[in-house]
């Protein structure tokens, strides 16, 4: 990782540096960055990464909430489908019963014209 180059090129710059004063035949190395400027970006690096998780945690946050809100809707969608449901359910109970009960009004009714029917046209 990035950790391990720095720490590489610390390593070979140094080497370098000792060759190089050693023998003044060779060319001049590249110089190694100071010590300074590698906790500096490692920290600037570490700082973007830390920035950008905060704004992905932000975003997460935020789509996770609007999935709260979303099923509180549903939720009480329904519940009140559920209510209106159970309301159907008795008023359909409710007819049914009103239904037997004139089916058998009109049974009785029935009976009683074809009875009058019978005692007038029998004669």
Same mark, same amino acid.
């Given at each position: 990782g990035p950790e391990h180059n720095s720490q590489h090129n610390n390593a070979?710059?140094?080497?370098?540096?000792?060759?190089?004063?050693?023998?003044s035949s060779k060319a001049e190395p590249t110089a190694a960055p100071p010590?300074?400027?590698v906790p500096t970006a490692l920290t600037d690096q570490l700082h973007q990464q830390v920035t950008h998780l905060s704004q992905q945690l932000a975003g997460l946050q935020a789509a996770l909430q609007r999935q709260q809100q979303a099923q509180v809707v549903q939720q009480q969608e329904y519940r009140d489908l559920s209510n209106q449901s159970?309301? +159907?359910?008795?008023?359909?109970e409710e007819l049914?019963?009103?239904? $037997? +009960?004139a089916q058998q009004m009109a049974a009785i009714g029935e009976a009683q $014209?074809?009875?009058?029917?019978?005692?007038?046209y029998s004669r």
């Open positions: 070979q710059g140094s080497a370098e540096t000792a060759a190089s004063s050693d023998s010590v300074e400027a159970a309301q +159907q359910q008795q008023r359909i049914e019963q009103q239904l $037997v +009960q $014209v074809n009875r009058w029917r019978f005692q007038n």
